[in-house]
């Protein structure tokens, strides 16, 4: 053969399986690359009795937010040799765990989930599952969690607006029964209060832009926040829809701080200010921490908070205190 071994060593090698050595191998994997060889992952499948197959259940693959955690989960997966089955939650805890109970008679090997209502369903799974963006209701329950540090964040943005001489500060957010809305008014209210300051707390009942825009514009006429932070893009998308109608000029007249760092948001005049989160970053390290529960390794953090970047933009201007 072109690698100089048997065919029975090849299939071992290409196989995944160990015991051969190692400058065998190279030769091995190199011919494969050379000759353009592709694994057939139902024959492998069939062998070694392992679907390969791994489970994602977001709430909304149309948010960017998700969309992007969700690239960040596939490319891992898709190097590990798995294949991804995405299903749609929709925030439904219902469909939530029906998602759950098709994945696992799919013969998924792990999970990785951004829980609806805390995935009081995590009990039933067979498989690892790691929980993103959200922890679950007992966060020491399922595999582990891979979350941003949602106190820190919310925290430093309300010290950045009370500093810049905002007094009236509003935090607008939708699902109440998250860990995220949770932290995030934690750490908002700890940083007014520190500053001799309240911070009113307003959330959605919905995470629809044609519903909140109204409710958004009624909040803002009859609380006349002079500074609002936003959960997410849906919430500033509205934010911004209701200040025009209003009349009311961001910056000068109310200052904005929103969660997740669109495109668009920077083209705005004034440019509105953002919480970045490392979103990529979530959804692969969610998957790396998978791939080492699926292969038997409990080494390593099982809970891990990643950092977000604020940037202060036109949105937020210095006034006179």
């Not at 430093?156 to 995220?180: C, E, F, K, V």
Request: proline share 4%.
């Amino acid at each position: 053969m072109r690698a100089g071994v048997s065919r029975a060593t090849a299939a071992r090698i290409l196989g995944g399986y160990s015991g051969s050595r190692s400058k065998a191998r190279a030769r091995v994997l190199q011919a494969a690359e050379e000759l353009g060889y592709k694994p057939n992952k139902l024959a492998k499948s069939l062998a070694s009795r392992r679907s390969f197959k791994i489970g994602v259940i977001l709430p909304d693959i149309e948010n960017a937010y998700f969309a992007r955690l969700y690239r960040g989960v596939e490319r891992v997966c898709h190097n590990a040799g798995y294949t991804v089955t995405l299903g749609i939650s929709g925030e439904n805890a219902e469909q939530e765990l029906l998602l759950l109970q098709d994945m696992l008679s799919e013969q998924v090997e792990g999970i990785v989930v951004a829980p609806s209502d805390g995935l009081k369903g995590l009990t039933e799974s067979t498989v690892p599952v790691v929980s993103v963006d959200r922890m679950p209701a007992n966060e020491m329950a399922g595999d582990g969690w891979v979350t941003t540090d949602n106190y820190d964040s919310a925290y430093r943005a309300t010290a950045a607006l009370i500093d810049a001489g905002y007094r009236r500060l509003s935090l607008l957010l939708n699902l109440p029964h998250i860990s995220t809305t949770h932290e995030r008014i934690a750490g908002a209210s700890e940083a007014a209060a520190e500053r001799g300051l309240l911070i009113d707390r307003h959330v959605m009942a919905s995470h629809l832009l044609d519903d909140i825009v109204p409710a958004i514009a009624d909040y803002l006429s009859e609380a006349k926040p002079d500074a609002v932070i936003a959960g997410d893009a849906v919430i500033c998308t509205a934010v911004v829809i209701a200040a025009r109608k209003l009349g009311i000029h961001l910056g000068d007249e109310m200052g904005l701080v929103t969660y997740d760092d669109e495109p668009w948001m920077s083209l705005l005049e004034p440019a509105i200010s953002t919480i970045e989160q490392p979103v990529y970053e979530i959804g692969e390290t969610a998957a790396s921490l998978l791939m080492s529960r699926i292969n038997g390794s409990l080494e390593g953090e099982r809970h891990i908070r990643l950092s977000s970047l604020l940037k202060l933009r036109g949105s937020v201007r210095a006034l006179k205190p």
